[in-house]
């Protein structure tokens, strides 16, 4: 099997798509993040057939959810549209030379934990939590908050537009609420809303912040600014001790456009590379991310006691939990630019209340569907 490959930004490609996939030379496979109306404009081939033919139900059921629709525009139900290779996984890194600074031993196990830490590191004049808003990179915590107070299903329904699905629960009130007070409480930079991704990843790496909230994909660069054994990564505690762990991760997600000539060999490609041995192990030593698939299968090998393979072992704990979740900021096409990052702005300089932060984002949620 042989792939010519076009490669081109990621904005030009999401701009682009539509047009590749409704040419009369469209490609046989295409990265495709967001679903939004390629299903209802037929421009997708439907997977189930393969889903059914190579047994594809053994995966996690949140695994492949994101890359459901139903014939309503409903994402996490109906048909499957879309394959995953690489699947990430968020949590909390933890600079280990700060950590016995400020006498912090282990990751935390509890919420209650985690708040104590940043207390302790407060006190100890160390930034507890480096992030940023700038590009709104800090919308990892506000949803990991929001993951650990209530029932994920109900920001799953929401993030994957189930008619009458809200974010005004008492959960992401809850969740909001928070991360407004750990801003109040100087837990973040005090210049958050200037720091843009970027910029989060290197302070971190400099030593400046005991925690940052990222994903598995920066594991090597972590690791290569502050050594093997610098850092420690951990999922975002549940709030009471021994519950199940709530992660945001997605696979990178592609799709067999509707007028492929090769949609059977492609689709045995795309099962291939989470099934074969080798193919796994090179999705991890490439990318750094878990290669997904059966929950069952061995997992890749990566270098004993780095963050990589950590990453993967917690991968696979989220996978067991049934506890992955998608980004909130793939909810709508327009919310994460054009609600979330401004208003999250506001919320954690205290010029918009939780309760209306999560108003102007329902409202806005609701229009962008609306404009679809």
Request: proline share 5%.
């Amino acid at each position: 099997m042989k792939f010519d490959i076009t490669r081109d930004s990621f904005q030009n490609l999401l701009a682009n798509t539509p047009r590749l996939l409704a040419s009369d030379d469209a490609p046989d496979l295409i990265r495709l993040s967001t679903l939004g109306t390629t299903v209802k404009d037929g421009l997708l081939t439907n997977l189930d057939p393969y889903f059914d033919a190579y047994g594809w139900d053994r995966f996690p059921a949140g695994q492949l959810a994101g890359a459901r629709m139903d014939d309503q525009g409903v994402r996490g139900e109906g048909s499957l549209w879309q394959f995953g290779i690489g699947y990430s996984v968020t949590g909390i890194y933890m600079n280990q030379e700060l950590a016995d600074q400020v006498g912090i031993t282990e990751m935390p196990a509890t919420m209650d934990e985690l708040e104590a830490d940043l207390a302790k590191a407060k006190d100890a004049g160390v930034l507890p939590i480096q992030t940023g808003m700038q590009d709104g990179v800090g919308t990892f915590i506000l949803q990991s908050l929001i993951n650990q107070q209530g029932d994920k299903q109900d920001l799953v329904d929401w993030m994957y537009n189930k008619p009458g699905a809200t974010i005004q629960t008492d959960a992401a009130l809850a969740g909001a609420t928070k991360f407004q007070d750990w801003a109040k409480a100087g837990y973040l930079p005090p210049d958050v809303n200037a720091i843009n991704y970027t910029t989060m990843v290197s302070n971190f790496s400099a030593g400046q912040g005991l925690f940052m909230w990222d994903g598995n994909w920066d594991a090597a660069n972590v690791e290569k600014a502050l050594g093997q054994g610098g850092a420690q990564f951990g999922l975002v505690p549940p709030v009471e001790a021994g519950g199940k762990h709530v992660a945001m991760g997605t696979g990178n997600t592609f799709a067999i456009p509707a007028k492929s000539k090769n949609a059977d060999v492609v689709a045995a490609f795309l099962n291939w590379i989470v099934t074969d041995e080798k193919a796994r192990q090179i999705v991890v030593d490439v990318t750094g991310a878990s290669p997904g698939g059966d929950p069952a299968q061995a997992l890749p090998t990566a270098q004993e006691g780095s963050l990589i393979a950590k990453a993967l072992e917690l991968s696979a704990e989220v996978g067991d939990d049934d506890g992955f979740v998608d980004f909130m900021a793939n909810s709508t096409a327009g919310i994460y630019q054009g609600s979330l990052q401004p208003n999250e702005q506001l919320l954690l300089t205290d010029k918009m209340t939780p309760a209306d932060f999560l108003k102007a984002t329902q409202d806005f949620y609701e229009q962008d569907l609306a404009a679809q």
